[in-house]
């Protein structure tokens, strides 16, 4: 069982929600069993209710928080891992999923100074609901282990934040020199890609451990109401990182790239491609029962303009330049 209430309430001329509560109660089980010594199998389900109170104290612009709304969600999903050898494994996984809308979702209505948008909910939303179905392929035969999978979500009712094309005022009154709209919208949706890991430990000896670790992933979504691609999904990206530790020390180099993304809806902005480097030197000891790490880890080294795709501030705000950390860490 999982109780949860969230108050929220945002004060000032800036805020763009009205004061809400969120109570939400839910039930929720999972089962795994091994009917064979090859074959693993697992069962979950949630059964959730969600009431959401606002209150929109006076102000005409959340007149569509004139009522609460309520969601009753349920969930299900089924998997199995299968053992081909001491190596290689299967798994697959099939799901059904509800998930009750957000206060953002519902009853957002004006300017959204953190992301330099004006945002729109719909009191009217329904709950999102998606069937999902993912297939993998893993193996580990101790200094080599790594996979590869493939998925796909088809949505029938997909809750995204989109853009309108229009221009407002913080008032929300059209304006050419105003913030673009975003409305929270219910479409049908579908996302399918694949993604891939591995991590490869070549070399042993005095010196140290090294590995080469090489991961990569792509995702298509596409609005199927529309006909577009759903805005804001990372293009095809690919990493790589050469590992190296000895006792306390440990060292890292990571290379990230990631291609252009011109699959946008066609009010948003395309994104080019780049390729980022990152270095890392850390030592680690002890201070007693407690664990420390101190570090030195440095950032996008070459300074590269790197705007994500993924971002909604990508043509406002590029991700950071050069960075150098030092840091010290500890557990205990």
């Given at each position: 069982?999982q ?6 309430q ?5 805020a763009?929600?009205p ?5 939400a109660a ?11 010594d ?9 059964l ?6 606002p ?8 007149e569509?928080?004139?009522?609460s ?6 969930s299900?999903s089924?998997?199995a891992?299968y053992?081909l ?10 799901s059904?999923t ?7 979702e519902?009853?957002?209505n004006?300017a959204?100074?953190?992301t330099?948008?004006y ?15 993912d297939l ?11 996979s590869?999978?493939?998925?796909y979500s088809?949505?029938?009712?997909y809750?995204?934040l ?8 913080d008032d929300g009154?059209e ?5 673009p ?6 479409v049908?949706?579908?996302?399918a890609?694949?993604?891939a890991q591995d ?9 140290g451990?090294?590995a080469l670790e090489v991961?990569g992933?792509?995702t ?8 577009e ?10 990493n790589?990182?050469?590992a ?7 060292a890292?180099?990571d290379?990230?790239h ?10 948003e902005?395309?994104t080019d ?5 990152g ?7 002890d ?6 790490l101190a ?8 300074n590269?303009t790197?705007?994500?795709a993924s ?5 406002i705000a ?5 960075s150098?950390?030092v840091?010290l860490s500890?557990r205990?």
């Amino acid at each position: 069982m999982q109780l949860n209430r969230s108050e929220f309430q945002a004060l000032g001329e800036e805020a763009f929600v009205p004061k809400t509560d969120t109570d939400a109660a839910a039930l929720f089980f999972l089962e795994q069993l091994q009917p064979t010594d090859r074959l693993e199998l697992s069962l979950g389900g949630r059964l959730e209710h969600t009431t959401v109170d606002p209150d929109a104290g006076g102000n005409e612009r959340f007149e569509a928080a004139d009522r609460s709304a309520s969601f009753t969600a349920g969930s299900l999903s089924a998997g199995a891992v299968y053992t081909l050898d001491p190596v290689w494994k299967l798994a697959a996984n099939l799901s059904y999923t509800e998930r009750a809308p957000t206060f953002y979702e519902l009853y957002a209505n004006g300017a959204h100074v953190a992301t330099g948008t004006y945002e729109v909910g719909d009191a009217g939303l329904s709950k999102e609901k998606a069937t999902s179905a993912d297939l993998a392929l893993r193996f580990d035969n101790g200094d080599h282990k790594g996979s590869v999978g493939v998925f796909y979500s088809h949505f029938s009712n997909y809750i995204g934040l989109l853009g309108t094309g229009r221009l407002l005022d913080d008032d929300g009154v059209e304006d050419p020199a105003g913030i673009p709209e975003y409305t929270y919208s219910g479409v049908r949706a579908r996302f399918a890609g694949i993604e891939a890991q591995d991590r490869w430990t070549f070399l042993r000896n005095p010196y140290g451990t090294w590995a080469l670790e090489v991961s990569g992933d792509y995702t298509r979504a596409k609005n199927l109401d529309t006909g577009e691609p759903l805005p804001r999904i990372a293009p095809l990206r690919l990493n790589t990182a050469l590992a190296w530790n000895r006792g306390p020390w440990q060292a890292r180099l990571d290379v990230e790239h990631a291609t252009s993304q011109h699959r946008v809806p066609d009010n948003e902005t395309r994104t080019d491609g780049y390729t980022t480097l990152g270095a890392s030197v850390g030592y680690h000891f002890d201070i007693g029962k407690s664990q420390w790490l101190a570090f030195v880890n440095g950032e996008n080294l070459t300074n590269q303009t790197v705007r994500y795709a993924s971002s909604i501030l990508r043509d406002i705000a590029p991700a950071p330049g050069r960075s150098v950390e030092v840091g010290l860490s500890t557990r205990f």
